[in-house]
């Protein structure tokens, strides 16, 4: 029997070149192979101003249904940027880390909303990443059903506090690498749940040309690709 699943994304498309947000909609695409899938997220496509370009409503994405939301607050670039330069710098309340939540920019309360009137009606909801509005007021919002991809690497912002709420309320983690599960692990308290490390598939080119790739770029000697 096909399982419900919602994948929850700031920013959804396949215009879009975030790592996470690429990583969402491959692993929506490969789910809706055997599963019904959704995918809400908002209508913004830029991630510094989180601007809605994009029309609110409903979508297709191939066998994935796209439900998107209107941002009610874009971000104040220059202002969000001195916010964040003043969490960074020391000390702070956790008040001023909501409130930097809260003006970060692709505010959506409407998908919110929505995922706690209807959210009880997925199997699993899948949230990616920890940093953004959609996931930090998502999570809460449904509870057990709330499977949190998050992404994670050592930055600043998870350090705030406010984030030790989200990462208890997950039901279940899918991580990336081993390093990302063991900081995770290091930066919170997460008491023993269903976890995983996924990684990233990357499918392999049907031809390559090796020499021709040398003689293009002028390389010459052992190389080594990252």
Excluded at 28 to 46: K, M, Y
Excluded at 195 to 224: H, N, Q, W
Aim: net charge positive.
């Amino acid at each position: 029997m096909a399982r419900k699943l919602a994948i929850v994304v700031h920013r959804y498309g396949a215009e879009v070149d975030g790592g996470s947000e690429v990583l969402a909609r491959r692993i929506a695409h490969g789910l809706a192979a055997t599963d019904d899938v959704e995918v809400w997220t908002s209508c913004a496509r830029d991630y510094l101003t989180w601007a809605n370009e994009l029309p609110a409503g409903e979508e297709r994405d191939g066998a994935v249904r796209v439900r998107r939301f209107p941002v009610d607050r874009p971000r104040r670039i220059r202002w969000f940027g001195r916010m964040t330069r003043r969490l960074v710098a020391g000390p702070h309340s956790r008040e001023l880390e909501l409130a930097w939540m809260e003006r970060q920019g692709q505010r959506v309360l409407d998908l919110v909303t929505a995922l706690a009137r209807e959210g009880q009606s997925f199997d699993a909801i899948l949230f990616f990443t920890y940093l953004y509005y959609p996931t930090f007021f998502g999570v809460p919002a449904v509870g057990e059903r709330a499977v949190l991809v998050p992404t994670a690497h050592d930055e600043p912002p998870l350090r705030f506090r406010i984030f030790d709420d989200v990462f208890r309320a997950a039901r279940g983690f899918v991580f990336q690498t081993p390093e990302e599960r063991e900081l995770v692990h290091q930066r919170f308290a997460i008491a023993p749940r269903a976890e995983t490390v996924a990684g990233v598939s990357i499918a392999a080119p049907p031809s390559t040309d090796p020499a021709g790739f040398r003689r293009k770029f002028g390389l010459t000697g052992p190389l080594i690709l990252c």
